[in-house]
């Protein structure tokens, strides 16, 4: 029975390719970038409504939110930025699951290193182009194209399946918050980032940290009289080079096994000195600590400061010129899902009876909004998606169009498996049957 | 004879302490920043206008300017800014001689940080504090002192002294540069400029340099994709302190025996990166190059470049991203004059007199406006003023006053010794024996 509902699922995303593209399309050529994701939302919801979904529009914010402990945003409020749940409401007795996918995408940057225009959405050989097209609007695609496979196939579910599209993923979870404070709860989350089809049972979080290494001024001509920060902000480089090097030692699980470094600590940004004439007296240096779903986030913090604390040891004017460590800005939580729980083992199976492969297992590099769902709202979550990072966040992002059909395959069948089968209908929602009617 | 007229000199400036004291606050309280010089040129070619000097004030500019090989200047014209100049006739016969002084001063910056006025000229414990006063408004109170006192104690030279008030020393010297164009040349210069009383037969030269390092760019989750040019730029950074140690152990001359550093490399401002979840893949370093008085700003440049081109073979990285060099912003030639001459040993002569002390001889650490004088005008120059450059450039600028008329009083003797006496008249330049008068 079951065999031949998924054959069905395949069968109806197979047949809607060319709706799928266009969907995928549309979604890419509005630009929703932070503050501007209102049109996109509303697309978003259209196509909810047209799937008779019962559909939450809203604007996060309120206290409950601003004050919870994993809020972070650097915005004063989301006036404008709009959340969209559809919900799939289940017949009873199934196991329920949030699909999680942001709308938000981050800056199309300097448009004339753009072969076309950020949100073109072009179509070339078998690829569509745009800024978020894989970073994720090609998942929620996907997402959207299982849900549909349902409702058009005529399957009620028995568990609940909560469709969120949420903002303020690239800035810290926000949304995401906001839903699960909204109460939004699942037994479990699947959330289809661009992992290029491997599945991540566990994801990488991180922090941003800004260190600010003092020096002493003095003129150039002289500049055995002074202190370079910049001097100084070499050792505080290298002696991070040696902290990552010792929290990665201590990561055996071989879901990291292809990650030459499973939790970096990158510096991304350097910034010291104002003529070049004198010595400089300070250096900031800002970068992004990776935090392994072993630890906490306090735990990860704790651990740097500690560390930078050691400087005073290899070079005595740290001790009376300590760096300053302060956390700012972005944060995503880590966050896992049990190699052996039955969402993994749904999503496995089906993804080897439909690729045909053995999927690959691993730690994701990043963080998503399930360290969120993890931590704020105890659902466990695994990511799955098509596209692929190195594509996100660069001129000329792009997606493999043949992988969000796959994804969104393999996620259809999964959801059968997890939420279980109510009721079947060939006829589809269309039927008048009263017995398969949504309530 | 001399012996006379030298306690004629001394005597006139230490009974004109009060006087110099006034003229020197009045100069500090107008805020000549670069662009606003004017009233302080006013100031000084009234005092030239007092002492009966013919004075030529204009505004540099034009081509033969512009086009010189040695000018620089990030401004595209002078305009308001003025050069001021005052010849003191000789009456033939004698060395000449010029007394230049830059009347512009660096920005006050943080007024915070000032416990007065930046230009408040404030006396506290024997110390005028205010920008500029160290940085050479002192050094250009002890010229007009030393003039005065011959003027006022009737004192004709045989050689012409000329004093030059410049414009632009602080940003490459457009000023003094103007002044040679126009046509003022002498058989040696004195530049009082900060050196603590010290005499300083050679002085570094000095130019800014930026260079560009490259990385390539990743997500901070999966850094060990990408390169960053942070960590490249301190290779590079590495690479230059080896080059300072190349060229300073080439330095044997004794006159840089108290200099740590002789000719330092200084890396005065470091950026790079825009994102601290990215791997950054661009950093730009910009610094000042010293260039000894033994060489060329061109050799000294070819042997950077040359030096950044062995980068290559210690990381291969660099052979196919060779980091940028350019040349920028401001340069400071070097400049000397030779140990044994004649004016230099005026100067120590006179030094050991009316100080008591040998005096010290060093090179300097920083280029002056002399570098231009010996390379375009052919006229060497020793730098030898009040003030030290450890208040230069900072908040809380002061000058010891006895410094000021102390080196007043070694200047004055040291233009009778090198210029040469043609008359005396005890009753000074206002007596009317008609012998005496200046034509």
């Given at each position: 029975m079951t065999e031949q509902i998924k054959k069905e699922l395949t069968g109806w995303v197979h047949a809607h390719r060319e709706y799928g593209i266009n969907l995928l399309q549309q979604l890419v050529q509005q630009d929703s970038t932070q503050g501007n994701e209102q049109d996109a939302q509303r697309l978003v919801a259209d196509i909810l409504r047209g799937m008779d979904l019962e559909v939450d529009i809203w604007e996060p914010g309120g206290e409950e939110l601003s004050r919870h402990p994993d809020f972070i945003s650097a915005r004063e409020n989301f006036k404008g930025s709009l959340n969209v749940v559809g919900v799939l409401k289940g017949q009873g007795g199934g196991r329920s699951v949030i699909l999680n996918g942001h709308i938000d995408v981050v800056p199309a940057g300097?448009?004339?290193?753009?072969?076309?225009?950020?949100?073109?959405?072009a179509i070339i050989g078998g690829r569509m182009y745009g800024r978020g097209v894989t970073d994720m609007k090609g998942g929620n695609v996907a997402l959207l194209l299982a849900m549909e496979a349902l409702q058009e196939s005529g399957i009620r579910l028995k568990g609940d399946v909560i469709f969120q599209s949420v903002i303020e993923e690239e800035s810290g979870g926000a949304g995401t918050l906001a839903a699960i404070l909204r109460?939004?709860?699942?037994d479990a989350a699947i959330i289809p980032e661009p992992t290029n089809l491997k599945i991540f049972p566990k994801q990488q979080g991180s922090m941003w940290f800004r260190i600010h290494v003092r020096g002493r001024s003095a003129h150039g001509g002289t500049r055995y009289e002074g202190v370079s920060a910049i001097e100084k902000s070499m050792l505080v480089v290298e002696h991070l080079r040696k902290l990552e090097e010792m929290r990665n030692k201590q990561i055996t699980d071989?879901?990291?096994?292809?990650?030459?470094?499973?939790?970096p600590i990158n510096i991304g940004k350097i910034e010291g000195g104002d003529w070049p004439s004198s010595v400089p007296d300070l250096v900031k240096l800002e970068g992004r600590m990776g935090v392994s779903p072993e630890e906490t986030i306090d735990e990860a913090q704790t651990e740097m400061t500690r560390w930078l604390a050691q400087l005073a040891a290899i070079d005595p004017w740290f001790k009376t010129h300590p760096p300053r460590l302060e956390w700012f800005g972005a944060r995503w939580l880590p966050g896992s899902i049990p190699l052996g729980h039955g969402l993994m083992n749904s999503l496995c199976a089906n993804f080897r009876d439909l690729i045909g492969t053995d999927p690959v297992i691993e730690a994701s590099p990043w963080g998503t909004d399930g360290g969120l769902l993890t931590t704020a709202g105890g659902i466990p979550a695994v990511v799955f998606g098509p596209g692929t990072t190195e594509m996100a966040?660069?001129?000329d992002e792009y997606i493999e169009l043949d992988h969000v059909f796959k994804a969104a395959e393999v996620i259809a069948c999964t959801l059968v498996d997890w939420c279980g089968v109510a009721q079947t209908n060939?006829?589809?929602?269309?039927?008048?049957?009263p017995e398969n009617a949504i309530h």
């Open positions: 300097d448009r004339e290193q753009w072969a076309n225009h950020p949100f073109s959405g109460g939004y709860r699942a071989p879901l990291y096994e292809n990650a030459l470094i499973p939790v966040h660069f001129p060939k006829a589809g929602r269309k039927s008048d049957d």
